[in-house]
Protein backbone atom coordinates (compact mmCIF):
# COMPACT_ATOMS: atom_id res chain seq x y z
CA UNK A 1 0.00 0.00 0.00
CA UNK A 2 1.96 3.15 -1.22
CA UNK A 3 -0.93 5.42 -0.62
CA UNK A 4 -2.70 7.89 -3.56
CA UNK A 5 -0.25 8.78 -5.79
CA UNK A 6 -1.24 11.59 -7.89
CA UNK A 7 1.37 12.99 -10.73
CA UNK A 8 2.51 15.47 -11.96
CA UNK A 9 2.91 16.93 -8.89
CA UNK A 10 3.45 20.49 -10.62
CA UNK A 11 2.35 21.68 -13.78
CA UNK A 12 2.67 24.90 -15.61
CA UNK A 13 0.90 25.22 -18.85
CA UNK A 14 -0.13 28.11 -21.50
CA UNK A 15 -3.83 29.60 -21.63
CA UNK A 16 -5.76 27.54 -24.14
CA UNK A 17 -3.64 24.39 -23.43
CA UNK A 18 -5.16 20.78 -23.13
CA UNK A 19 -3.41 19.32 -19.52
CA UNK A 20 -4.53 16.14 -18.05
CA UNK A 21 -3.63 14.40 -14.14
CA UNK A 22 -3.84 10.94 -13.28
CA UNK A 23 -4.76 10.12 -10.24
CA UNK A 24 -3.57 6.39 -8.65
CA UNK A 25 -5.75 5.18 -5.66
CA UNK A 26 -5.04 2.83 -2.98
CA UNK A 27 -5.39 -0.52 -4.69
CA UNK A 28 -9.07 -1.98 -2.70
CA UNK A 29 -10.16 1.22 -2.53
CA UNK A 30 -13.59 1.80 -4.36
CA UNK A 31 -14.48 5.29 -4.31
CA UNK A 32 -12.62 7.92 -5.45
CA UNK A 33 -13.02 11.78 -5.41
CA UNK A 34 -11.53 14.74 -7.47
CA UNK A 35 -10.87 17.76 -5.61
CA UNK A 36 -10.17 21.68 -6.47
CA UNK A 37 -8.47 23.84 -4.01
CA UNK A 38 -7.78 27.09 -4.40
CA UNK A 39 -5.07 29.32 -2.26
CA UNK A 40 -6.55 30.21 1.04
CA UNK A 41 -9.41 28.32 0.20
CA UNK A 42 -10.91 24.54 1.63
CA UNK A 43 -11.19 22.07 -0.98
CA UNK A 44 -14.19 21.80 -3.30
CA UNK A 45 -15.51 18.93 -4.39
CA UNK A 46 -15.31 18.54 -8.10
CA UNK A 47 -16.59 14.66 -9.17
CA UNK A 48 -16.54 11.12 -7.55
CA UNK A 49 -16.81 7.84 -9.01
CA UNK A 50 -18.02 4.32 -7.25
CA UNK A 51 -15.93 1.94 -9.25
CA UNK A 52 -15.35 2.88 -13.14
CA UNK A 53 -19.16 4.59 -13.03
CA UNK A 54 -19.13 8.33 -12.29
CA UNK A 55 -22.23 9.13 -9.88
CA UNK A 56 -21.58 12.82 -8.90
CA UNK A 57 -20.24 15.96 -10.75
CA UNK A 58 -20.16 19.18 -9.35
CA UNK A 59 -21.29 22.23 -10.95
CA UNK A 60 -18.16 23.59 -11.04
CA UNK A 61 -17.24 21.20 -13.45
CA UNK A 62 -17.42 23.06 -16.47
CA UNK A 63 -17.59 21.24 -20.42
CA UNK A 64 -14.01 21.74 -20.35
CA UNK A 65 -13.50 19.52 -17.13
CA UNK A 66 -13.69 15.55 -17.94
CA UNK A 67 -13.17 12.89 -15.53
CA UNK A 68 -12.68 9.05 -16.02
CA UNK A 69 -12.05 5.99 -14.50
CA UNK A 70 -12.20 3.58 -17.20
CA UNK A 71 -11.02 0.36 -15.34
CA UNK A 72 -12.01 1.17 -11.94
CA UNK A 73 -8.67 1.92 -10.87
CA UNK A 74 -7.02 4.58 -11.71
CA UNK A 75 -8.39 7.75 -12.96
CA UNK A 76 -7.96 11.12 -15.02
CA UNK A 77 -8.76 14.41 -14.90
CA UNK A 78 -8.40 16.49 -17.98
CA UNK A 79 -8.80 20.21 -18.69
CA UNK A 80 -9.50 21.23 -22.48
CA UNK A 81 -8.50 24.86 -23.29
CA UNK A 82 -6.96 26.03 -19.83
CA UNK A 83 -7.38 29.29 -18.35
CA UNK A 84 -6.35 31.44 -15.87
CA UNK A 85 -8.58 30.95 -13.31
CA UNK A 86 -8.18 26.85 -13.62
CA UNK A 87 -5.23 27.53 -11.49
CA UNK A 88 -5.46 25.14 -8.51
CA UNK A 89 -4.47 22.25 -6.66
CA UNK A 90 -5.97 19.65 -7.43
CA UNK A 91 -6.27 16.71 -5.03
CA UNK A 92 -7.37 13.38 -5.53
CA UNK A 93 -8.62 11.06 -2.74
CA UNK A 94 -10.10 7.29 -2.37
CA UNK A 95 -12.08 5.20 0.16
CA UNK A 96 -13.82 1.88 0.45
CA UNK A 97 -17.39 2.09 0.20
CA UNK A 98 -20.17 1.93 0.34
CA UNK A 99 -19.36 1.83 4.06
CA UNK A 100 -20.50 5.46 4.53
CA UNK A 101 -17.33 6.31 7.39
CA UNK A 102 -14.98 4.96 5.41
CA UNK A 103 -11.86 7.42 6.13
CA UNK A 104 -10.55 9.13 2.94
CA UNK A 105 -7.19 9.31 1.37
CA UNK A 106 -5.62 12.08 -0.05
CA UNK A 107 -3.29 12.14 -2.24
CA UNK A 108 -0.45 14.99 -2.37
CA UNK A 109 -1.63 16.62 -5.40
CA UNK A 110 -1.45 18.46 -8.59
CA UNK A 111 -0.48 22.51 -8.26
CA UNK A 112 -1.80 23.76 -11.96
CA UNK A 113 -0.36 27.35 -12.98
CA UNK A 114 -2.16 28.57 -16.11
CA UNK A 115 -0.07 31.35 -17.98
CA UNK B 1 -22.97 31.41 4.47
CA UNK B 2 -21.21 28.48 3.80
CA UNK B 3 -22.52 24.67 4.87
CA UNK B 4 -19.20 24.49 7.49
CA UNK B 5 -17.38 27.11 9.07
CA UNK B 6 -14.24 27.19 10.81
CA UNK B 7 -12.90 29.35 13.69
CA UNK B 8 -10.43 31.20 13.95
CA UNK B 9 -9.17 31.55 10.46
CA UNK B 10 -5.51 32.06 12.10
CA UNK B 11 -4.18 31.09 14.50
CA UNK B 12 -1.39 31.66 16.71
CA UNK B 13 0.35 29.49 19.71
CA UNK B 14 3.42 29.42 21.78
CA UNK B 15 5.09 25.92 22.36
CA UNK B 16 3.18 24.45 25.01
CA UNK B 17 -0.38 26.36 24.44
CA UNK B 18 -3.56 24.01 24.55
CA UNK B 19 -5.29 24.58 21.34
CA UNK B 20 -8.66 24.57 20.43
CA UNK B 21 -10.63 25.19 16.87
CA UNK B 22 -14.21 25.06 15.89
CA UNK B 23 -16.05 23.92 13.49
CA UNK B 24 -19.85 24.45 12.68
CA UNK B 25 -21.91 23.17 10.17
CA UNK B 26 -25.94 23.94 9.25
CA UNK B 27 -26.55 20.21 7.09
CA UNK B 28 -27.46 16.84 8.58
CA UNK B 29 -24.52 14.73 8.41
CA UNK B 30 -23.31 11.06 8.23
CA UNK B 31 -19.54 11.85 10.12
CA UNK B 32 -17.42 14.34 10.02
CA UNK B 33 -13.46 14.46 9.37
CA UNK B 34 -10.62 16.33 10.86
CA UNK B 35 -7.70 17.18 8.41
CA UNK B 36 -4.61 18.22 8.61
CA UNK B 37 -2.53 20.24 5.45
CA UNK B 38 1.08 20.98 5.44
CA UNK B 39 2.63 24.07 2.87
CA UNK B 40 3.20 21.33 0.44
CA UNK B 41 -0.35 20.76 0.00
CA UNK B 42 -0.52 17.16 0.85
CA UNK B 43 -3.90 16.27 3.19
CA UNK B 44 -3.55 13.39 5.92
CA UNK B 45 -6.72 12.52 8.02
CA UNK B 46 -6.67 13.40 11.86
CA UNK B 47 -10.02 11.94 12.71
CA UNK B 48 -13.04 10.78 11.38
CA UNK B 49 -16.26 10.68 13.53
CA UNK B 50 -20.22 10.81 13.98
CA UNK B 51 -20.48 11.04 17.53
CA UNK B 52 -18.28 11.82 20.94
CA UNK B 53 -15.06 12.18 21.34
CA UNK B 54 -11.78 10.59 19.98
CA UNK B 55 -8.27 11.49 20.87
CA UNK B 56 -4.86 10.44 19.14
CA UNK B 57 -1.45 11.57 21.31
CA UNK B 58 -1.99 15.29 21.86
CA UNK B 59 -5.09 15.52 19.46
CA UNK B 60 -8.15 15.11 20.34
CA UNK B 61 -12.13 15.98 18.70
CA UNK B 62 -15.03 16.10 19.85
CA UNK B 63 -18.60 16.84 17.96
CA UNK B 64 -22.04 17.48 19.56
CA UNK B 65 -24.73 16.12 16.54
CA UNK B 66 -27.34 18.29 18.64
CA UNK B 67 -25.35 21.35 18.52
CA UNK B 68 -23.75 20.73 14.76
CA UNK B 69 -20.74 21.79 16.78
CA UNK B 70 -17.29 20.06 16.59
CA UNK B 71 -13.66 21.04 18.36
CA UNK B 72 -10.10 19.94 17.53
CA UNK B 73 -8.34 20.17 20.41
CA UNK B 74 -4.18 20.13 20.58
CA UNK B 75 -2.96 19.52 24.07
CA UNK B 76 0.92 20.57 24.59
CA UNK B 77 1.06 22.34 21.42
CA UNK B 78 4.41 21.81 19.47
CA UNK B 79 5.70 23.83 16.61
CA UNK B 80 5.75 20.80 14.05
CA UNK B 81 1.92 20.84 14.72
CA UNK B 82 1.97 24.23 12.33
CA UNK B 83 -0.28 23.46 9.47
CA UNK B 84 -3.66 24.28 8.60
CA UNK B 85 -6.48 22.61 10.49
CA UNK B 86 -9.51 21.52 7.85
CA UNK B 87 -12.95 20.37 9.11
CA UNK B 88 -15.27 18.56 6.36
CA UNK B 89 -18.27 17.00 6.49
CA UNK B 90 -20.19 14.28 4.60
CA UNK B 91 -23.91 14.81 4.59
CA UNK B 92 -26.12 12.34 5.38
CA UNK B 93 -27.47 13.09 1.47
CA UNK B 94 -24.76 11.77 -0.36
CA UNK B 95 -21.16 11.06 -0.77
CA UNK B 96 -19.06 14.10 -1.16
CA UNK B 97 -17.20 16.03 1.73
CA UNK B 98 -17.79 19.45 2.22
CA UNK B 99 -15.24 21.59 3.63
CA UNK B 100 -14.88 24.39 5.96
CA UNK B 101 -11.90 27.25 4.44
CA UNK B 102 -9.23 25.56 7.33
CA UNK B 103 -7.60 27.23 9.99
CA UNK B 104 -4.39 28.00 9.86
CA UNK B 105 -2.45 27.58 12.85
CA UNK B 106 1.14 28.56 13.83
CA UNK B 107 3.23 27.37 16.96
CA UNK B 108 6.38 29.34 17.79
CA UNK B 109 8.98 28.17 19.47
Known amino acids: DTGVSQNPRHKITKRGQNVTFRCDPI?????LYWYRQTLGQGPEFLTYFQNEAQLEKSRLLSDRFSAERPKGSFSTLEIQRTEQGDSAMYLC?????????????FGNGTRLTVT | KNEVEQSPQNLTAQEGEFITINCSYS?????LHWLQQHPGGGIVSLFM???GKKKHGRLIATINIQEKHSSLHITASHPRDSAVYIC???????????FGEGTQLTVNP
Open chain 1, 27 to 31: SEHNR
Open chain 2, 88 to 98: AVKETSGSRLT
Open chain 2, 27 to 31: VGISA
Open chain 2, 49 to 51: LSS
Open chain 1, 93 to 105: ASSLGPRYNSPLH
